[in-house]
């Protein structure tokens, strides 16, 4: 009997510590999932800002920051198990250079792209770029193979973390010259100069199917992480392309891109 006790007990024990590596591992993977939305949203822009103007990029570039900041707060604030601790040390660090990297970006995208100091900025947010190749380098490395290996020696299949590769191109974006040239093309002015009516209108706004209401509150019901779900009408006479929407709430933004939208 007492050795169906201890068995018993065991078998309970290595269940709950499975369950808490494979919440880890789900935790890590939502936040690296969102990590490349906010990657991609910030590079696409970088690379055809379109019709943004200066005012507009700073504050979507700012909105970037934030994303990341977030990122880094959850990372911190992980229920990381025992087993899991060296991973999750490096993987703060990894997030701590994206965080960083974004809050310099960040703080001299105003000067960058204006007339005094812009030489001084650009090179800054270039040297950025390469704190973004560290991290991405140490996630591979070390982060990424050491939370699997810890997810495979306890039996666990099916929940091992992604990639996460937030600078998409270090053959260019570590080139101080692109950067710059990325940057003199945010003007406000369309690249596509397509004449006639142009204009996009926000339709509506919903949570798991639910609609919002503006100046209002709605209760919503959701099982797991909500959905956000926007909806967006081309009012204009022309195909737009490249169009960011992002959503912020309690001081968190999240962000989406349409590809295309045809008129109407």
Known sequence: MLI???????????????RALSDYARNVTQIVDETQQTSKAFFAKLSDPGSLSVTEFVNQV????SAMDNYASRIDGLDTPGDMSHAQNSLELVYELRSGAMN??????????????SEQARASVARQMRKLLASDELYAA??????????????IDGSDVPKSVFLPDETKWLDEGE???????????STSSTPGVHGLGLIGTSI???????ESTTGVLSEGTPEVEVTVQNQGESTENGINVSVTVNGNT???????????
């Open 4 to 18: 169906l006790i201890v068995l018993g007990v065991k078998g309970c024990l290595d269940a709950r510590a499975r």
């Open 104 to 117: 310099e970006i960040a703080e001299k995208m105003s000067t960058a792209l204006g007339d005094v100091g």
């Open 62 to 65: 700012s909105a970037d920051r």
């Open 142 to 155: 070390v982060s990424r193979p050491e939370i699997n290996d810890v997810l495979a020696a306890n039996g």
């Open 179 to 189: 950067v710059s040239a990325a940057l003199d093309s945010v003007t406000g002015s």
């Open 208 to 214: 798991g199917g639910t609609e919002l209401v503006a």
């Open 254 to 264: 999240l962000q989406g891109t349409i590809d295309s939208i045809g008129a109407g």
